[in-house]
């Protein structure tokens, strides 16, 4: 799968399921692999960096408390949710949904 794929199924994603806003795949450090059309650089930039810190903090408090692995963080706010997901080769999805 090339970038460009990718870039697509995060565009798909964000398209396709109602609510979704905003999406944006990420490398472990942070790094926007792919984001929804829309989506400025700079904002999928600190997207992405959240992202992937959560997910850091996630882990450590999966390794504190001795459970295997996180699949799903869910932070919920006043005007929608963000959901991020660690892949198995350590990539990170997050998805932002909006309350409708």
Known sequence: MTV???????????DVIQGVVRAVACAADGTPLA?????PAAQATRLAAFAAG????TAGAATVTGATRVH????????????LT???????????????
Do not use: F, K, N, P
């Open 72 to 83: 799903c963080t869910t932070i919920e706010m006043r005007r929608g949710t963000l959901v």
């Open 35 to 39: 984001t929804s059309a829309g989506l």
């Open 4 to 14: 460009v794929d990718v870039d697509r199924l995060v565009d798909d994603l964000a």
């Open 54 to 57: 959560v997910a850091g903090l």
């Open 86 to 100: 660690t892949l198995a080769d350590g990539t990170h999805l997050a998805v932002l949904t909006v309350r409708e």
